[in-house]
């Protein structure tokens, strides 16, 4: 029993899935996804092999109501199947009859440049809510998805609880120093607060593996630099009583720490900081 949303953000054309299901390493079975192809959920009694045989024929210009066909064409599992197909161009959905059997809702919701899709829940409410959460919340596209999640728990979710969630998001060009068709993927194997968990882990996703937001750099300032000193001076990184000021040894030596701690794609070379950056040290080391 699960619940899923798949979503294309037209702002950066990206195309994400996130999962939440009482089951452990549910994304491992269910996501599947190619930037500027398309992404497709396969859930209750999974066919992996729809996902990648989906994208193979979505590859080739296929439509998404047409390719929902063929993959469930000779399917002889297709009543204990639900699928869930989304690219920039339109979506298709599909529940077997067995599936809506089972207890719990079983169902699927378009919203605006979204589709929720799930079973075992606890009404049509959870797929209503994560749709509406999916709209109303500011935030990145990734943000966005895991609120979803959040609205749909709080309406009541799967009737069976929470185990795992999961998180993929596919754009060209994106990625570890931009060179990657994925721009997050993370998977919540066994959390007995997998949503929340899955939110805790991508804030560290963004500090790792995005590059800094120009309205997030400031210049450093005397307290900062006093704060950002000590600490290279604890650690190693600089030795003396340095001068006060943010001058090109400190840049230095704090770009050295940066790469230590796993800031990779935030290192500056200037007398600049990271906002998201400095809260995060500051978080680290607050006691």
């Not at 469930?72 to 920039?88: C, F, H, M, S, Y």
């Not at 919701?109 to 509406?132: K, R, W, Y």
């Amino acid at each position: 029993m699960t619940y899923s949303i798949l979503a294309h953000d037209e702002t950066t054309g990206a195309l994400g899935i996130a999962v939440q299901s009482k089951f452990p390493g549910v994304s491992t079975l269910i996501c599947h996804g190619a930037a500027k192809v398309g992404v497709i959920a396969t859930q209750a009694f999974s066919n992996p092999d729809h996902g990648a045989r989906g994208l193979e024929l979505l590859r080739l210009g296929v439509a998404p109501e047409t390719t929902l066909d063929i993959l469930l064409d000779g399917d002889e599992n297709k009543a204990e199947r639900q699928l869930a197909i989304l690219t920039p161009e339109g979506s298709a959905r599909f529940t077997g009859e067995e599936v809506r059997g089972w207890a719990g809702f079983a169902g699927a919701l378009e919203g605006n440049s979204c589709l929720a899709h799930g079973n075992g829940l606890a009404g049509p409410q959870v797929l209503q809510a994560m749709v509406d959460g999916f709209a109303k919340t500011d935030g990145d596209f990734a943000t966005r998805l895991i609120a979803a999640l959040s609205s749909g728990e709080a309406a009541g979710g799967e009737l069976r609880g929470v185990q795992s969630a999961g998180l993929q998001i596919f754009q060209d060009g994106a990625g570890y120093g931009g060179r990657q068709q994925m721009l997050v993927d993370i998977s919540i194997y066994d959390h007995a607060d997998p949503i929340a968990e899955l939110s805790r882990c991508y804030g560290l996703h963004r500090l790792s593996y995005f590059p800094s937001e120009e309205q997030n750099l400031v210049p450093v300032d005397a307290e900062t630099a006093a704060y950002l000193t000590k600490i290279l001076v604890d650690e190693g990184y600089l030795t003396g009583t340095p001068a006060p000021d943010w001058d090109a040894d400190k840049i230095a030596a704090f770009a050295r720490f940066m790469g230590r701690e796993n800031y990779d794609n935030r290192i500056r070379e200037d007398a600049l900081i990271d906002l998201e950056v400095l809260a995060d040290i500051r978080a680290k080391r607050s006691d």
